[in-house]
């Protein structure tokens, strides 16, 4: 029995599985530029290259880091070649992409202070952009097919790997009535595919995995998340006396008018707002329900509070931003393990 399944409606497009880990690796190393960038650069007195009378901005490299990546991409085969022009891309994305300032005003002024603030919310619509496409639907057959053809090439090539291939032979489990996914399949299982030892872009990437799941199992201790609920507890009290003082001196009090201090406003009070639903909720019993309000407030910290911790702060929304992500995980736990129970 020959299985074609349903064509796509657009079947020169199609998500590249391995796309997930290739945007982390993008993304993690443009934020490590920027932040290595600017304190470099703020410790040594920001020095001009190139002498007196050129100035080699990093921008240069940035593009010289990204044309080499898309020359890979374009001119060469392979699973590792991926893996390297992603972090190759990310770096020429991140020197690239710190010079923002520079665009946006007519001085081309680099320190222009909303430069950070547009430079994380240019991350995190990456992130969410590379996030939405991978988990929008579950992986079509032509996807799992691309994906077994990808380790296929691999192994041509000599840089397969026995993981990938176990990997590709998990994604055809779905059929075993199609004809092509058999052939693939017996393609995959006769092909040889030794157990390598990781080359340096994948320690890279195994180091980054490591410190991944670090974070979970400090994030799993228990103090760590009854002190997350704690946190809550605070935000939801403290939203509740500011209101009150608010509306107790309404008659001596303006709010403040610029943007930023409008946008900060707004989002400490989404955050309040629902901290103060997920204690209500916690309350009645509802513990996941609560949990799920924490995290959707951890949420509205991250992608708005922060945007405006960072025009406010610069480089020292940092620290605050390294909290709402430990927050986040800690809370990702908990909710896991209530369903868990439950």
């Known amino acids: 029995m ?32 920027v932040i290595t960038l600017r304190t470099f650069l703020a410790a040594t007195g920001y020095p001009q290259v190139g002498g007196s009378r050129l100035h080699i901005a990093h921008l240069l490299y940035g593009g010289l880091g990204m044309l080499l990546a898309i020359l890979m991409l374009l001119m060469l085969v392979g699973s590792r070649v991926h893996s390297v022009a992603a972090w190759i891309g990310g770096l020429g994305f991140g020197f690239f992409v710190d010079e923002l300032g520079k665009f946006l005003t007519t001085d081309n002024n680099y320190f222009f202070r909303p430069a950070i603030a547009l430079i994380y919310a240019i991350f995190v619509l990456l992130f969410l952009f590379a996030r939405s496409l991978s988990q929008r639907r579950e992986p079509s057959r032509q996807e799992r097919l691309a994906y077994a053809y990808a380790v296929l090439t691999d192994v041509a090539i000599g840089s397969g790997d026995s993981r990938r291939r176990s990997e590709a032979l998990a994604q055809l489990a779905y059929d075993e009535d199609d004809d092509q996914v058999t052939a693939v399949r017996a393609l995959l299982t006769s092909a040889e595919a030794p157990v390598r030892t990781p080359g340096r872009w994948a320690r890279v990437g195994l180091v980054g995995h490591a410190t991944t799941q670090r974070l979970y ?19 939801a009290v403290s939203l509740i006396v500011a209101l009150l003082l608010v509306y107790e001196r309404r008659g001596d009090w303006t709010p403040p008018l610029d943007v930023v201090s409008v946008g900060s406003a707004l989002s400490i009070l989404g955050v309040g707002l629902l901290s103060v639903l997920g204690v209500v909720q916690l309350l009645n019993g509802a513990r996941v329900a609560a949990l799920t309000s924490f995290y959707r407030a951890t949420q509205v910290s991250i992608f708005f509070a922060q945007f405006f911790a960072f025009i406010v702060l610069q480089l020292g929304a940092l620290a605050g931003l390294a909290l709402n992500l430990l927050i986040l995980v800690a809370l990702r736990v908990e909710i896991a393990v209530e369903k868990r129970t439950a």
């Open 217 to 235: 199992a400090i994030a799993a201790d228990v103090r760590i998340r009854r002190g997350v609920v704690a946190v809550f507890f605070v935000l």
């Open 2 to 33: 020959s299985t074609t399944g349903e064509a796509p409606s657009r079947p020169w497009i199609a998500r590249n599985l391995a796309g997930p880990d290739l945007a982390e690796a993008f993304l993690v190393a443009a934020v490590v530029v």
